[in-house]
């Protein structure tokens, strides 16, 4: 009788990725011995498996993804155009509202899990899933041009979004300070200033099916400010759950070109020294995140069970 493989699981702590690569598989000089037999033991695991049957602690047998590295922190980002675009313009106020309000937080949170129900608002750059190192930075920063037909084109801006998934492994609440880094439209402060919310569960994580509120708060906002900004505010995580970190930046117009019936934008976001923010006992819930890439509903709460 053959024997029955079993699936293995590849942790953080134990693998070394890289030398599972290509052009990984010349060692360094200073590996030991043991090293050298784990590795050799996993690449031959890793040809014997397909990609699917390999994935992280925590994440599931069924993951359908390759593993995220270790130290590779994931991240979902996304930008929306606020009542159409071109011949049409930023028509609209209605749709999504005021950005500096926390009902507005849920809203925005459903543009990755295709909730928005709003029949005018639309991607600009679909969800999708980046990534942030420890020591790196991720920054994302663009210029464009309109035209102009329509009313109030720059009160009511298109706006970026960051999605962060947090938990806390601990049996306390963890109090931390998140950098992040923005620019928001100088013009109308109430629909275009940046803002930053967290969402919390009812439940902790070892009781996700009971899971069925998210709590909003608002943890940041800035008034708008043509030059952009380098902001930072804390948040607290409680004892064994995992928030929502969402924050937005709405594009910045700054040039009218009358003659051509054209307006200029500018739109910056981005994520710097997360290492200062991820310390012990807090990590990024790639399960949620994954989650909220690829499972649509119209229920924010189905993304934590």
Request: net charge negative; hydrophobic share 30%.
């Amino acid at each position: 009788m053959a024997e029955a493989k079993t699936e293995r699981k590849f942790t953080q702590n134990k693998i070394f990725y890289d030398s599972l690569l290509e052009n990984g598989k010349k060692l360094t000089d200073s590996a030991t011995p043991e090293q050298i037999a784990y590795l050799a033991q996993s690449r031959k695991i890793l040809y014997e498996s397909p990609p699917e049957k390999i994935y992280e602690d925590e994440m599931g047998a069924n993951l359908t993804n390759m593993p995220i590295l270790p130290g590779t922190h994931p991240f979902l980002y996304c930008r929306m155009r606020r009542g159409g675009r071109g011949y049409y313009g930023y028509s609209t106020k209605e749709e999504m509202g005021v950005l500096n309000k926390t009902e507005t937080a849920p809203k925005m949170f459903k543009n990755f899990i295709g909730g928005n129900d709003s029949p005018i608002d639309a991607y600009t750059i679909s969800p999708s899933l980046q990534f942030v190192g420890t020591e790196a930075r991720w920054l994302q920063s663009e210029g464009w041009q309109e035209c102009w037909v329509g009313s109030n084109p720059y009160n009511y801006s298109s706006y970026d979004l960051i999605l962060i998934f947090i938990k806390n492994t601990k049996e306390f609440p963890l109090t931390r300070t998140f950098y992040r880094y923005l620019s928001c439209d100088s013009v109308n402060a109430d629909y275009t200033s940046a803002s930053a919310y967290v969402g919390t569960p009812n439940e902790v994580n070892d009781k996700r099916d009971s899971i069925s509120s998210i709590e909003w708060v608002q943890v940041h906002t800035k008034s708008a400010d043509s030059n952009g900004e380098e902001a930072s505010f804390a948040i607290t995580i409680p004892a064994g759950k995992t928030i929502a970190l969402l924050f937005n930046s709405c594009s910045n117009y700054y040039h009218n070109n009358s003659n051509y019936g054209h307006l200029t934008f500018f739109s910056a976001i981005g994520i710097y020294d997360f290492g200062k923010f991820l310390t012990e006992g807090l990590e990024v819930d790639h399960e949620r995140t994954l989650k909220a890439l690829q499972h649509k509903t119209i229920n924010i709460y189905e993304i934590w069970r």
